[in-house]
């Protein structure tokens, strides 16, 4: 148990919808960072938010979009899904060094 | 462009067997080097490197880098069939950004 927790599990979305993730931070953990794993690759950084502020980006369109809580838990919204969205979405908490990974979403775009 | 390239990227062995999973990097802003397992969702971290020639060793595991060559190795003796998972190797940039491979999957036939 890495102490990250993300919601829902499993999400099936039809193009074009919008979809919100969610991510419980480990306790104390300020920096939340989201990544994207498609199926037989490793997983591509998407953003970070650290103490409420986006702290760096990856190659993804804006339609990715972010929210860190002020209890760190933090959210992805992914805007007009497109069918190469499909993919598992990871949260990762850290403070200061190490990042704890969840279980991630496993989200299908039909 | 920065990149982490993982071989091989399968690898199916017989129990005990030793095997040797390779990860070189390009990335600017190096920090250190991180090793995960993967088994069905969340990576599970198993070591993190930042000195070259320095031996991690975890039970049947070690690993180590060598910043001057820009790669690291992940061993695993004595192979046993909960080995069987998928290896990421990711270097993590400033601010805990991490850059992963694509990661090798390793199979252990009985």
């Known amino acids: 148990e890495t102490g990250v927790t993300q919601s829902p599990t499993h999400l099936i979305k039809t193009r074009g919808q919008q979809v919100t993730l969610r991510c419980s931070s480990q306790?104390?953990?300020?920096?939340v960072s989201w990544y994207q794993q498609a199926l037989g690759q490793g997983p591509q950084f998407i953003f970070q938010?650290?103490?409420?502020?986006?702290?760096g980006r990856g190659n993804f369109p804006p339609r990715f979009s972010g929210l860190q809580f002020p209890n760190y838990s933090s959210e992805l919204n992914v805007n007009a899904l497109e069918l190469d969205d499909s993919a598992l979405y990871l949260c990762a908490s850290s403070l200061g060094q190490g990042n704890s990974f969840g279980s991630g979403t496993r989200l299908t775009v039909v | 462009e920065d990149k982490v390239v993982q071989s091989p990227l399968s690898l199916v062995v017989h129990e005990g067997d030793t095997v040797t999973l390779n990860c070189s990097y390009e990335?600017?802003?190096?920090?250190?080097l991180l090793w995960y397992k993967q088994e069905k969702k969340a990576p599970t971290f198993l070591f993190m490197l930042?000195?070259?020639?320095i031996e991690k060793k975890s039970g049947r595991l070690s690993s180590i880098l060598d910043k001057k060559e820009l790669f690291s190795i992940l061993n695993i003796t004595a192979t046993q069939t909960g080995d069987s998972a998928i290896y990421l190797c990711a270097v993590e940039q400033g601010a805990q950004k991490l850059v992963f491979g694509q990661g090798t999957r390793l199979t252990i036939n009985p």
């Open positions: 990335v600017t802003n190096f920090r250190s």
């Open positions: 306790s104390g953990h300020n920096t």
């Open positions: 930042t000195s070259s020639g």
């Open positions: 938010y650290y103490r409420e502020e986006e702290n």
